[in-house]
């Protein structure tokens, strides 16, 4: 008889077996059982950082060996030719489908959703319908289709609907301009495929949309994680966190929130601290009128940081991945300059991890800490990390920047000054710690 070995497929359902199990007993924990998807109750754990440490992992490891057995058991072309519903969604977000269907349990008629929002009825019904069949919206009757848990992200007010046009309007021009770019280069376009695409460079194409998108980023990966997983709360009184290029400082308000004895210097250009302004003003008074919030006008591009902080906070996204090297370089030494000997820069980023498990080898000689999926998972989670990977290709495709690996950020702060120091773990992002050298 001949032994056939399946048990790499065995070991994907004992794991995601042992994960639901996993995510009941949380949810039996808190009195609630796990929703479906045809509710529109969002569910106890909606914040990344305030979720259960076993439920996110649990969560991880089903997203990921789902993805690895179904990709595994069904014929490869079926799984290559099974991603179509980008443009899609892009259609129904700019849309506001998702708005038109709210308080709407028993649904709308797609052909009355097409009169409100001037589309098309046979092609919205089409579309409509390849959504729900991958559980965005869902299809009450023929054609006539209503919010579920996932849609619901869609709406207007949800600043994840911006990351999802971001994802799918601005990042889909330039991916499909990322082959010419790479095979016919032209000094035109700088190696950028969004500007061969578009004639125009990112940010002078679209002012509007990218901060809202990297709030909805930001509230998807975990923003609160800040002020849980660094050791602030052993700082001494009056500790100074300059924040640079923080944009409207929702970011660092969450942290002093949580540990008022900081103090916090929010530096980016003029326009955008006069908005920062008003945002503390309606959201956090107290820190304003208790003098535990300034702020700084500044570029960062040109001008070296506030002198003498404590911390220098680069937040995610905002500064290194949406940078290329050179621009990364010159930012950084800006913040090298107005360092003292024992203050730290904290870059909050995605670390990405390499897809082949090196059991215990340290990448690049470098020796850190690094939450592994699981075998037979791909130790960094497959599936259920793609998205930061994804989210690397789309920096650079609009603005040939990159995230980056441990040993590619130590490279890169020690060109600055800067000395390694620490890893911590923070949902889908990181805190590198770095010293002045």
């Not at 006069?274 to 570029?299: C, G, N, Y």
């Not at 920096?395 to 441990?406: G, H, K, V």
């Amino acid at each position: 008889m001949v032994n056939y070995d399946n048990s790499h497929i065995i070991a994907l359902t004992d794991l995601i077996n042992k994960a639901v199990q996993d995510v009941i007993a949380e949810y039996a924990a808190v009195g609630q059982a796990v929703p479906s998807l045809d509710t529109l109750y969002p569910g106890p754990f909606t914040v990344p950082e305030d979720t259960p440490t076993r439920l996110t992992k649990a969560v991880q490891i089903i997203e990921a060996a789902c993805a690895q057995l179904s990709h595994t058991v069904a014929p490869p072309g079926s799984v290559m030719v099974n991603h179509t519903e980008p443009a899609c969604l892009i259609v129904v977000t700019e849309a506001r489908i998702a708005d038109l269907l709210l308080d709407k349990p028993d649904g709308i008629p797609a052909s009355e959703l097409a009169t409100c929002s001037g589309l098309d009825a046979a092609k919205l019904t089409r579309m409509l319908r390849l959504l729900a069949t991958k559980h965005c919206f869902k299809e009450v009757k023929p054609g006539v289709f209503a919010n579920n848990r996932l849609s619901m992200k869609l709406l207007s007010s949800d600043p994840v609907s911006s990351i999802v046009c971001l994802q799918t309007d601005e990042g889909l021009r330039g991916s499909a301009y990322l082959n010419d770019t790479l095979t016919t280069p032209c000094e035109t376009d700088c190696g950028i495929p969004f500007r061969r695409a578009t004639g125009y460079s990112f940010f002078d194409y679209h002012k509007t949309r990218f901060p809202r998108a990297m709030v909805g980023w930001a509230n998807v990966t975990g923003k609160g994680f800040l002020a849980k997983v660094y050791p602030w709360a052993s700082q001494p009184a009056d500790s100074t966190i300059c924040d640079i290029g923080g944009g409207n400082g929702h970011i660092s308000m969450g942290l002093i929130k949580v540990h008022p004895h900081l103090r916090v210097i929010l530096q980016d250009q003029p326009q955008v601290i006069s908005m920062a302004q008003k945002l503390w003003a309606t959201e956090h008074p107290v820190a304003i009128e208790q003098q535990r919030v300034q702020f700084v006008p500044f570029d960062f591009l040109k001008d070296v940081a506030v002198e003498g902080c404590d911390f220098y906070y680069v937040g995610h996204s905002r500064l290194k991945r949406d940078w290329p090297n050179a621009e990364s370089e010159l930012i950084l030494r800006n913040v090298r300059k107005s360092m003292k000997p024992s203050s730290r820069v904290i870059i909050h980023d995605t670390v990405l991890r390499d897809a082949v498990r090196t059991h215990g080898v340290p990448s690049n000689g470098v020796n850190a800490e690094f939450d592994f999926a699981p075998e037979p998972l791909l130790p960094n989670y497959g599936f259920a990390r793609a998205r930061t990977y994804e989210l690397d290709l789309m920096m650079m495709n609009l603005l040939n920047a990159q995230a980056r690996t441990l040993p590619e950020f130590i490279e890169l702060c020690q060109k600055c000054g800067l000395k390694f120091e620490k890893l911590y773990g923070a949902g889908e992002t990181d805190l590198v710690e770095f010293s002045p050298m």
